[in-house]
């Protein structure tokens, strides 16, 4: 797996090497997320690293793995492109969000059982952030997040503990109240319901009126 060609700080190389030890042959273990995000964090807190990926995601590549091979990868993001992505989480993996430019909100939302009459299925948000650069966010597996770029300059990496191509993701699309269940390999849904937002509904923001209509699929 190869890094981006522009000059690269050696601290970034040092980040790389480090995660991909902290990961080893199963980054599901307990602690492996939270691990990676604290080597993240301080190496973003170094000016250059925070400039290196602000170049490096100008053509939003896949900075380090890939979306189809297996293993640890991380994908730079211009959010303000992308626009905003509805709550859906990684399947059976962690997520891990590091702001490297701009501000970005990030809710998280977790499922909270069935409603028995209707069948639909309910999530309730847990919290909301306002990731600034150098930041860095956690979604455990099952945590759904959902990210709005709050300035046109929002760049963002997004690291996953496997290939996408593998996962199925939870989905919910919050203008319509559909549920579904996306495969990144088949790349389209493979299953489909009905959700709510169940909770204190002054916490849980509006969605925009457009969603995720730009997110490259």
Known sequence: MNAPANTQPPAVQAMLD????????????PGVMEAL??????????????????????????????????????????????????PHDHGNCWAINVQVAGKLRLVHWTQDGT???????????????????????????????????????????????????SIIQNRYDRNNGVHIHWSWGQKKAIDSGAFEVVGEAGLNAAPPGEAMTARVK
């Open 37 to 86: 995000a604290d080597v993240m964090r301080n190496a973003v807190a170094k000016p250059e690293v925070l400039k290196y990926f602000q170049d490096a995601t100008s053509d939003n590549p896949d900075l380090y793995g890939s979306m189809k091979d297996p293993g640890l990868g991380i994908m730079g993001v211009h959010s303000a492109k992308i626009g905003y992505r509805e």
């Open 115 to 165: 409603d028995p009459a209707t069948g639909k299925t309910r999530i309730r948000k847990i919290d909301e952030v306002l990731m600034g650069p150098g930041d860095v966010d956690c979604s455990p597996p099952g945590v759904a997040h959902e990210l709005y770029p709050e300035t046109d300059d929002s760049i963002e990496l997004a690291v996953r503990c496997h290939s996408l191509a």
């Open 18 to 29: 480090e995660m991909l030890r902290i990961a080893g042959d199963d980054a599901h273990r």
